[in-house]
């Protein structure tokens, strides 16, 4: 165990090796920040005197959170943690390496990795300078994209859902007309299901004549993937079983639960899923795809007993390079759902946040629980904006914004924080059909994708951009509620969420709405 104690706070840089790490602080801290693992984990900035209250429903801690760690009673987080002494200035600890932990232990900030060892950074000053220094630390040893983006991307998700097929996505395109989108996304809704990877009857002309009618459009071809995971009922897991990861007790490893269905995760360690997963990547780029959204990619990184025995996050990684050696360098590699540590310097674009919704927010969720991943502008802004310190290493991802009234409860100042962050962001993309704007809306979205604002960071969650006032510090806050009331109620609501049964009662219900809303919205097109 190496142990290091802080003096005054005197800017301080020191690169450390080894499994464990205690760094003892001056005083107890104001505020922790606590990273979590994956782009829909919650990255912010909490009350250091009490621990974070474990989010619900449990069952979707594989899909959400670091299903190891969820229960560990410290303020806790994945690679790194840092603090906001008495008298503002920040003390980081953060690992140089993949598979490592940081956790609040009174006035010492601990940290270790799960296997063996390896670097790390601590780092003492002004909040965005210290983070800015463990971003030029992780760069040195895991490197960062290399692709970039200059328009903007149409994706399918946040308007249309599952609910897509051919002819509705042809409509959509035609009447873009000549808005600057670089990149035309096709997302969840194509597939046959999740693990068999061919077109389903809503596309009977295929993905390559999709792909070409995107590209006649002077156009780059999007598509969206979760190559990692499969659903029980897919053709992938009834046939091969013995490629999915398993517990020491031989059971199957719960990667959560979606689409109505128990999801499981492949062993990117064997080498008949890793020839599996290089031939999926090189069937989409030959139907003409070079803009690849590859989502749920904690399933290569939980835990579990593989094939070739080595640290979770070393085998997602080691997973991800299979992926992109397929698809090739020219591809661009959006990953979401994904761990991230190990995916820089191989992916271009980062998910770094949940969702976002048409609606900023949602009391049930936040306030009973206690579930800072469910989609919502609130919660995919606020993590965003504390994971802005990856910037100089991926495209950082906030998600779509919105333009549309129609079918949208985001107030014009809510629609505006989540612009201005994807212009800060540099990755402008949204999902608004355009026959769903109004004149002035279409304005907008065109102004929007034109832009290249100045942008002034003024304070960590305060920007100008063009002079004009962005402010994060409260959408970035985390309200850890308390009382006996709330107690009472969060504990009666989270037994309900806690049943499959409910989620499939709630699942239900969402599509119901979804379905009706859908009938509404098709007549405008
Ligand atoms: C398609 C969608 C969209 C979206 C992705 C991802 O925590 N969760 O339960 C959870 C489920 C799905 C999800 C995000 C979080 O959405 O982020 O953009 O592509 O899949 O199904």
């Known amino acids: 165990m190496e142990s290091i104690r802080l003096g005054p706070e005197a800017p301080f840089l020191q690169i450390i090796t080894g499994d464990r790490i205690r760094v003892e602080l001056q005083q107890a801290p104001r505020r922790y920040y606590s990273h979590g693992w994956q782009s829909w984990s ?4 909490v009350d250091a005197r009490r621990p974070l209250t474990v989010q619900q429903p449990y069952f979707l801690h594989p899909m959400q959170i670091d299903p190891l760690w969820a229960f560990h009673p410290r303020l806790h987080g994945s690679w790194l943690g840092a603090t906001e002494q008495q008298d503002g200035h920040v003390v980081l600890l953060g690992s140089l390496g993949l598979d490592a932990h940081v956790e609040l232990d009174g006035t010492a900030l601990a940290g270790w990795y799960e296997a063996g060892s390896g670097a790390w950074l601590v780092a003492q000053g002004e909040e965005t300078a210290v983070f800015e220094a463990y971003a030029r630390e992780l760069e040195k040893r ?3 994209g290399a692709q970039t983006l200059n328009g903007g991307v149409w994706c399918s998700w946040y308007s249309l859902y599952t609910d897509i097929d051919e002819q509705l996505l042809n409509t959509i395109f035609a009447g873009l007309g000549d808005l600057p989108f670089e990149v035309l996304q096709v997302d969840d809704g194509w597939q046959q ?4 990877w061919e077109p389903n009857q809503k596309f009977p002309s295929g993905m390559e004549a999709m792909a070409s009618r995107i590209k006649a459009t002077g156009r780059r071809a999007g598509l969206w993937l979760a190559p990692l995971i499969a659903v029980q009922s897919s053709q992938l897991f009834r046939s091969h079983p013995e490629w999915f990861l398993r517990d020491r007790g031989d059971k199957l490893v719960s990667a959560g639960f979606n689409w109505g269905e128990q999801l499981y995760a492949l062993d990117t360690t064997q080498p008949a899923v890793q020839d599996w997963l290089a031939a999926l990547m090189r069937r989409v780029r030959d139907w003409g795809y070079d803009y690849l959204k590859v989502d749920f990619l904690y399933g290569g990184a939980l835990p579990g007993v ?49 969702d976002v919704w048409s609606e900023w927010g949602s009391d049930r969720d936040e306030r ?12 995919a802004v606020r993590t965003t904006v504390n994971r802005l310190w990856l910037k100089p290493l991926v495209i950082p991802d906030p998600d779509v914004v919105y333009f549309r009234s129609i079918e949208c409860a985001l107030t014009p100042e809510q629609k ?35 832009r290249t604002p100045k942008v002034q960071r003024v304070a960590p969650r305060r920007f100008l951009l063009d002079g004009t006032e962005l402010d994060y510090a409260s959408p970035t806050e985390v309200s850890q509620h308390s009382g006996l009331w709330n107690s009472i109620e969060s504990a009666a609501f989270g037994w309900f969420a806690n049943h499959e049964w409910a989620l499939k009662i709630d699942g239900w219900m969402r599509r119901r709405a979804a379905a009706r809303r859908m009938r509404r919205l098709r007549e405008r097109l």
């Not at 979770?312 to 050696?325: D, F, I, K």
């Not at 009973?368 to 919660?379: K, Y």
């Not at 002035?440 to 929007?448: M, N, P, V, W």
């Open 193 to 196: 299901s999740i693990g068999d």
């Open 368 to 379: 009973l629980l206690h579930n800072p991943a469910v989609p919502g502008g609130r919660t």
């Open 416 to 450: 505006r924080l989540l612009q201005g962050l994807a212009l800060i962001c540099g990755f402008r993309s949204t999902s608004d059909p355009p026959q769903w704007l109004a004149p002035d809306e279409q304005e907008q979205l065109r102004e929007f994708l034109t």
């Open 42 to 45: 919650l990255a912010a900035w």
């Open 142 to 144: 895991l490197g960062k």
């Open 306 to 354: 593989r094939h070739e025995p080595m640290p979770r996050e070393a085998a997602l990684r080691q997973g991800l390079q299979v992926l992109r050696q397929a698809m090739g360098v020219d591809a661009f590699f959006l990953g979401c759902g994904a761990p991230i540590l190990p995916s820089l310097g191989i992916c271009d674009a980062l998910r770094v946040g949940p």
